[in-house]
């Protein structure tokens, strides 16, 4: 079965920086979008930014101009690029892919945790 597996979470200050990495395990075929989504104790899921199998980005309101997307398309490996961390970043990341096909699987991973604290 393939799973999608994150690295990078951990324990960072406020206003530093942290990379969070995704890959499948086996590969996927056809996958239209890859992304991040988070979940902070006690909240719901979030989505946090997404990448299409086009380049197109879309990310929460809450991290634009802090975070950054991007896919290594030939692995379909996926990067969260964080800076100017908060302590309201904390957070289970999880990464998603979602396929092309009809009707489309997606598949999540087990999340990585990320703690924003002095």
């Known amino acids: 079965q393939v799973q999608l597996v994150e690295s990078g979470g951990g324990l960072v200050q406020p206003g530093g920086s942290l990379t969070l990495t995704c890959a499948p395990s086996?590969?996927?075929?056809?996958?239209?979008?890859m992304g991040w989504y988070r979940q902070a104790p006690g909240k719901q899921r979030e989505l946090v930014a997404i990448?299409?199998?086009?380049?197109?980005?879309n990310y929460a309101g809450s991290v634009k101009g802090r975070f950054t997307i991007s896919r290594d398309f030939a692995t379909n490996t996926v990067y969260l690029q964080m800076s100017s961390l908060k302590p309201e970043d904390t957070a289970v990341y999880y990464c998603?892919?979602?396929?092309?096909?009809?009707?489309?699987?997606?598949?999540w991973g087990n999340g990585t945790l990320v703690t924003v604290s002095s």
């Open positions: 990448i299409t199998h086009l380049g197109s980005t």
């Open positions: 998603y892919a979602k396929t092309r096909s009809w009707p489309p699987v997606e598949y």
């Open positions: 086996r590969t996927i075929f056809n996958i239209n979008d």
